[in-house]
């Protein structure tokens, strides 16, 4: 089969490599159709974080499956299923409680299971793992597109603001107008947020978060972000998103009004003065999102015609051109990239 | 009047100082009668704070009202108050919602106002800083020495529990013998928590600590103590009470299970590793507490007979042997000194 392969800084070439077969009873080999380049694919694509040469790349598989093992009863070969950036059995105590991110059977895309920017991938645990799409919708082109980021960054924006509190009539701030922030505005929405502050740096975006459903925006960075914001909201909203990370969550502890909530989903790697969040009692929650738990009922809204992501991918590119789509992404030319398979 | 200033690291003496008047109609003057010294209170004594010399020190009064303010309705001349270790006015949306540490009113005992450690304070807001003790109460010695840690250390403790999320048959780690760590154990208690783990590095407190409700209890510090807490609850607590500041947070984060929640009140002075955070989706709760929230609650458990944070105060001195008094919590020859004004 074809994928992609990561060699090293700036270099993803599409290969032949080895399909995956079954190797446990409860596997399944999912032919994919769809998948994505992600926001944190760019972390080893610009040498920010190590990963093996030669290791298969994506995260975000949508597909038919071609194979399933012995004991799997959730799918069957046919079917069209999506599933998260990890692999979870469902059934431990965390699955249990909504936090696939720490499945004591947890796994990751690449290595032997391929990874989703290729032609198959093997999935651990297909019962916990695989969201199937009812048949009536599994053909709907416009329908796969919308459901596709729902594999990372819709989950993930919509833990944001789950994580920040948010509910019907509140106010929120979401930091970033990158794929995960304006799924937050998405998720906020949907949530019934009232307000919705839609902070970032590239015009265009923040005409989507608008059309999103964002009602103010703020272009800026750093300081003269938090400074707007604060003005927005009399000194610092009840709940705020982050959707970047890096420093922006110290940025996020400034726009919270005390006794307020973040929640962050944005990577954090500078160390966080957690001071300025003591001194206003104001809570962290969040972290790398289940996005497994909340599959179901954004797939319901999806289907039902309330929710459509899509317009993320503002861009999209053939298996081939997985490179490209790397150099889109890297180069901020897309906000995010959809591969065909 | 007499009372205790500032005068350099190590140096606090008890001296002359003008006594404090009603300025505005909002203030009350009370005749300090019980005050304590904190663990706070070290960070200036022992330098690692800058504070004003020639201030006037204390944060934890209780005493009978000797004047009032025209506009001041809720105490009267001749009441036995206590006041929390800030004074808030009661009124705003912060004290309103609970959070009367970031009241937009909000002062400090010292300076014009008077440190809790002499013999009059003036309180500013007496209508939202002031606790009154009901008659019946106002002169039982042991009532006013279990009401005492209500201005500070009680409250903090159970701000910690509460953040931590701690309901009835919680299982529930407080790291920190000190004695808000204590009063977090009393508080988890107090709370129906079915386990309390208290984790600690002085055999005697964590004694107490199992007097005060503790199920079992660490003697150890730093990554021992993380990892025998985590063998007590199968791989870390969903309720984590971090009662010491400093680096413990980490320690903190560690020992919370996967999805769980950290109240900590233990000011935070290191850098944190927030990643540890979000890699399990552990909550961060708390902050700097907000007492005069959780005054009347503490109070009417204190004054049924439930409540008794009273064994705290190892040691007991008088107004003129204040310095003595720092010099016993310096070297924890004191888990907490009650002073007799």
Redesign the interface.
């Known amino acids: 089969m074809r994928a992609a392969v990561y060699h090293g800084p700036g270099d993803v070439r599409v290969e032949d490599r080895e399909r995956p077969t079954i190797a446990a009873p409860t596997d399944a080999v999912v032919r994919v159709t769809h998948t994505a380049v992600c926001g944190s694919d760019l972390w080893f694509y610009r040498g920010e974080r190590d990963r093996e040469v030669g290791s298969a790349v994506g995260h975000e598989p949508m597909g038919v499956v071609e194979a399933v093992g012995d004991e799997v009863r959730s799918v069957d070969v046919g079917d069209r299923v999506f599933a998260p950036f990890l692999a979870s059995c469902g059934a431990c105590e965390?699955c249990r409680?909504g936090?696939h991110?720490?499945c004591v059977n947890g796994a990751s895309w690449g290595g032997a299971n391929g990874g989703a920017q290729g032609e198959y991938v093997r999935s651990p645990h297909a019962d916990g793992t695989l969201v199937r799409v009812p048949d009536r919708h599994a053909d709907d082109e416009a329908t796969l597109r919308a459901l596709l980021p729902l594999t990372d960054v819709m989950g993930t924006g919509h833990h944001a603001v789950v994580?920040a509190g948010v509910t019907a009539g509140a106010t929120c701030v979401v930091f970033g107008d990158g794929a995960v922030g304006l799924c937050s505005v998405l998720a906020a929405r949907r949530l019934g947020a009232e307000r919705i502050v839609a902070v970032g740096h590239h015009a265009d975006r923040l005409e989507l978060a608008a059309e999103f459903g964002a009602t103010e925006t703020v272009l800026a960075r750093g300081e003269a972000a938090v400074e707007r914001t604060r003005e927005l909201t009399d000194g610092g909203a009840n709940h705020v998103a982050e959707c970047v990370g890096g420093a922006a969550?110290d940025d996020a502890v400034a726009a919270a009004r005390?006794?307020g909530t973040v929640g962050?989903v944005g990577?954090?790697?500078e160390?966080?003065d957690?001071?300025a969040?003591?001194?206003?009692?104001?809570?962290?929650?969040?972290?790398?999102a289940?996005v497994r738990a909340y599959a179901d009922e954004l797939m319901a809204d999806v289907l039902g015609g309330t929710l459509d992501p899509s317009p993320v991918f503002t861009h999209t590119v053939a298996l081939e051109d997985v490179p490209e789509g790397y150099r889109l992404m890297d180069e901020r030319e897309a906000i995010k990239v959809l591969v065909e398979v």
Chains 1, 2 share one sequence.
Do not use: D, E
């Open positions: 965390f409680k936090l991110t720490s994580s969550l005390p006794g962050y990577v954090p790697t160390p966080f957690v001071g969040a003591f001194s206003k009692n104001v809570a962290l929650r969040g972290g790398i289940p």
